[in-house]
């Protein structure tokens, strides 16, 4: 296995002295070539990490590792794309590419120039004169011909209405899979994600709920349909204390048309008991889970299933 | 990054260049009207120092009435529209990158924050300081023909807008505006800040560079301080302290020494903003 090209532990870092806590706690690593979606709702601090990784940010407690070192030291290997795409509204869009080209080494300018006049983009129209989706293109070909190791890109979708986002979705990934680089970026929408990412990060409230391949998450977790009341009235056979090899987690319950849906974390085996379905996630389920799920501070018993049923969140 | 910093900077050069221009146009144009009344003056036997004519004082008179209007046109013009100029140029350096976002993307290419600050804010205050000086150059030369039809008496009443100063002065407002800049984030209210801080500053350096060097003092057989000095009015009808003519360019250097280690400590005043508060 090849060197992560992005590393944190225990990572945590706080706004101002006495100020909130932006992320804590955060462990992750996201390996070369992998594609990390990192999701949670506003505030969750989805930035906060990005910040961290792209160096604009010092860490407050814990490590920030890019290719093994703090990334203010490592700025040449990191592609920076900020929420929002903001550019400089009075330059041109040839003298924005000229700042990438003059203040980075590796620069390439024969694929911003290509990118560019791809997508239809005159060189000499002002960054303020163009479409919302022209100037995230522009800003992501700023970070692509860059060549980095590691892509960041903030809620590259945000702001782009469904046409304009599902065309720059497609044109990211391809020049995102292209650059070979590794790829972590924020987003709030989860349905596109399930195709193109490998990797899945949820975070709420600074904290991580969940991390990990996409594939192994979904094997290891099960929503669990069955009557309503379940599994407080009619616990299965998997849910009894007994179960071993590292059991099982209730992660969180919904009720919804006189049914009880339950998210589960699951060892090798589960046996769904009588009159209960089990199917393995999907993304959205997943996520959606583990964001419903109660804060783990306030959760004083986790192990214990029905503790935490008979006062849902 | 010098191409960065040109391509960011280059519309405001050329304004700078354009205020310069026209600066040095009208100092020149009055001079060379100072110059020709100068010359029938002295044809008269009237100039400052060796009036030997009886008739002088009406035609003295008549120079100052003329020429009066230099001290607020240029005296005091010239260094505050230097630093007027130099506040709007230093206040959107750091705090409208923050105000537009774009701090994000020029923090994160290969080149690290500081020497991102540090490359931008000396190459910008280098221009500044040129700038200063030839505004300087201009009004030492305009200044002239004044001393010798009278309009002043010598160099020193104009120590605070000729020679070395205006250098000085527009390098501390940019300073203090990048700073501002970097604190307050908005550019508006960072030039305002620089400007009472400049003038403050200014004002309160001037006086230390005025009272704090040794002064030489006249002497009872002097008939009084010369005409080519500096006094520092004191109480003292004996022994009047004053700054001969010697002491002009060390006490320009002085002043400027003074002006420019305040501009640096407010550059890292400025850096320390950058360096330490949340994005």
Redesign the interface.
Known sequence: MTAPVLDCAGLGHR??RR?PWGLRDCTLTVPAGGVVAVVGPNGAGKTTLL?LA????PATEGTMRVAGAAP?QR??Q???A?Q?A????H?RVR?VL???A?????WDAGLADDRIASLGISPRARVSALSGGQRAQV?LT?VLA?RPELLLLDEPLANLDPIARRAFLASMFEACIDSGAAVLFSSHVIAELERICDHLVVLAGGRVRLAGEIDQLRRTHRVITGPAGWPTTQPPAALDASSTDGGWQLISVRQAAGRTTALVRVGAHLLAGPGLDAAEPTLDELVLGYLDQRHPDQEPSRQDPRSQLEAPA | MSWVIWRQHRAQAAWILVLLATMWGLMLWVRAHASADVAGLRAAGCLLGDISQSGCQPLLDDFAVRYNFTIPAFELAVPLILAITAALVGAPLVAREVEQRTHLVIWTQSVTRQRWYHGTVVTVAAGLGLAGLLAGAGTYYLQGPLSDGGVTSSRWPWFFSTALAPAGASVLAFALAVAAGAWLRRPLPAVAVALVGFLALYAAAGRAVQTLTPVQHTLPSDRGVPSDAWTWPTGAAQAIPYHPATQFWPLQLTFLAVLLTLAAAALVLGWHAIRTRAL
């Open positions: 706004y101002g100020g910040h792209a160096g604009l940010l203010t700025l040449e990191i592609g920076f900020p929002d903001p550019l400089w509204p330059l003298d000229g700042i990438g003059h203040l980075n080494p590796r800003a700023l860059k």
